[in-house]
Structure formats: structure tokens, C-alpha cells
């Protein structure tokens, strides 16, 4: 079976590549235990998120994409600070950076991402070619749901269920989660197990979650991902996968193989690793 990572992180030891201020990781995420952790799983190929280490020095990235250009593709990280956001979008993909990033944490004070600033970023985005990824929490969803209803061509991706946690009863700002399925260009990565469940391995509360996406937005709209090198230190890179194939009770073969790798390389574009 085809397996494609379309969420995880790289970064260095800090020497050649400084973290930046106040940001000092403690998991080991270079390229090279990466790929160990990748062929020990069997997976082909993988999208690296700039991650917020190195904030807007994309160098460690870069270079793993350079490196490996067969097994990785990039997701861009964009300063919606910067004197010319929508440039330098532009500028990450003439780099070779086929996504960007959206986190309305790192917007200016009192432009969050429903202000005329993430609809300009979120249009152009689109116009660019490049696919959006949101990491957002649930209380973003009504913004989620304007931008898409103002720029529906714009093809975009929610991370880790929206940091929507589970609960013993009703869960409102899951069904929030669900009833985004209507817009059609929207999807979900079925990521961050741990953080998102309140039960321990193999996280058997997020089950329900699965069946309740795959009904609103269909396979096609859905993505497993790792979240590495979380995942490492959560339960283990090959278990954050089998957790899904060996646990997730009533997936049928073709559904499991889109969620693998079908939806990623329709809306990443196919990997060649």
C-alpha cells in the first residue's frame, strides 16, 4: 500500500541553522532520522512543514527539499507581518514551495485571520497555485468558513482535526469541524492523536471522529499524517501509522489507500519517491 506523510517537521541541531529566539526543540528531527523513521514505516514520500523553530529562515527546509527532491515537498511558512506578505507567498513558490502555511498566532495585532489581511493571503494564495494549511484552533472556524465562501476556488487544508479535543459528551466545536464539509475545496488531516484524544494508545475515542468525517467529507477530503517528530516521543513514528491502519475499526482497503496517500497527492500533486 502507496503511504505518503503529508504533515511533519525537520529541523537541524541549532549549530549551522540558529533556532530562533526562545525556541530551543528538544525532539531529534533531522532529515536523516527522518528518513530512517519514514523506510522503517514504509512511506514514500512526505510534505515538510517550515516549522516555527527557525520562524521565517526556511534554509533547513530548503535544503532538505534540494536534497531529497523525489521524497519531499515543502509548506511554506508566511510572515503576515512582512512589509509584502503576498510577495513573498509569491517568492517561497518560485522557490519550489508548493503550499504555504496560514497561523493567525503570528498576524498583527488586531488582524486576525478573517481581517481583509487573511482574505488577501488566502486569494492569494489560490491565484499562486499554492495550497493553504491551516493550524488553527476551533475558534477560527467561522473564518475558515468566510474565507472559503469568498475565495472557493482556493484549495485548503485543516491540521490535527482543528485542535478539536474530544469529550465525553457532545462536542459542539467538533460538529463545528463537521459541518465545514460544505464548502468542497476544504480538507481535514487526521493528525495529533495524542494531543487531540483523552484516552490513551491507541486513542480508541477519535474512532467515532473518523467515521463521522468520512461521512461529511468523504475519503477524498481526508488525510492521515503523523505530525513527526512528535509522533516519536507520543508512541513511535511506524506506530502513529499503524494506529490508524490496525486500529481504526471498519476502514475498507480503498478507503484506507486514499487516506494514505490518495487525497494527499491529489491536492500536493503526486510524489515521485
Known amino acids: 500500500m502507496r503511504i505518503i506523510d503529508p504533515h511533519l517537521h525537520v529541523w537541524g541541531d541549532g549549530a549551522e541553522f540558529p533556532f530562533a529566539e526562545g525556541r530551543t526543540p528538544t525532539a ?8 530512517e523513521c519514514m523506510d522503517a514505516a514504509g512511506v514514500a514520500g512526505a510534505l515538510i512543514i517550515q516549522p516555527i523553530v527557525y520562524r521565517f529562515d526556511h534554509r533547513y527546509v530548503s535544503g532538505a527539499l534540494r536534497d531529497e527532491p523525489g521524497r519531499f515537498k ?4 508566511v510572515d503576515p507581518q512582512h512589509a509584502d506578505p503576498v510577495g513573498e507567498l509569491a517568492r517561497w513558490r518560485d522557490e519550489g514551495y508548493i503550499a504555504v502555511r496560514v497561523n493567525p498566532g503570528l498576524f498583527p495585532d488586531g488582524q486576525g485571520l478573517g481581517s481583509d489581511l487573511g482574505h488577501q493571503l488566502y486569494a492569494a494564495a489560490g491565484d499562486l497555485g499554492m495550497r493553504v494549511g491551516f493550524l488553527v484552533s476551533p475558534s477560527h472556524f467561522d473564518a475558515i468558513d468566510a474565507l472559503c465562501q469568498a475565495s472557493p476556488e ?10 478539536c ?8 466545536e467538533f460538529e463545528d469541524l ?5 464548502h468542497p475545496n ?7 492523536f495524542p494531543r487531540a484524544s483523552r484516552v ?12 463521522r468525517l468520512l461521512d461529511a467529507y468523504g475519503a477524498e477530503r481526508l488525510m492521515w499524517a503523523t505530525d513527526f517528530p512528535f509522533i516519536v516521543e507520543q508512541c513511535g513514528y511506524t506506530e502513529g501509522l499503524t494506529l490508524f491502519t490496525e486500529h481504526a475499526p471498519g476502514i475498507e482497503h480503498e478507503t484506507m489507500q486514499q487516506l494514505l496517500a490518495g487525497t494527499a497527492e491529489a491536492v500536493f500533486g503526486p510524489w515521485s519517491g
Open 28 to 35: 531529534r528531527a533531522d532529515t536523516n532520522f527522518l528518513i
Open 165 to 172: 479535543r474530544s469529550s465525553a459528551g457532545e462536542n459542539a
Open 178 to 182: 463537521v459541518a465545514l464539509s460544505r
Open 186 to 192: 476544504l480538507h481535514v488531516k487526521l493528525s495529533q
Open 154 to 163: 482556493t484549495v485548503a487544508v485543516i491540521d490535527h482535526f482543528g485542535h
Open 200 to 211: 490513551d494508545w491507541p486513542y480508541a475515542d477519535l474512532h467515532p471522529w473518523i467515521s
Open 74 to 77: 515543502g509548506m511554506c511558512l
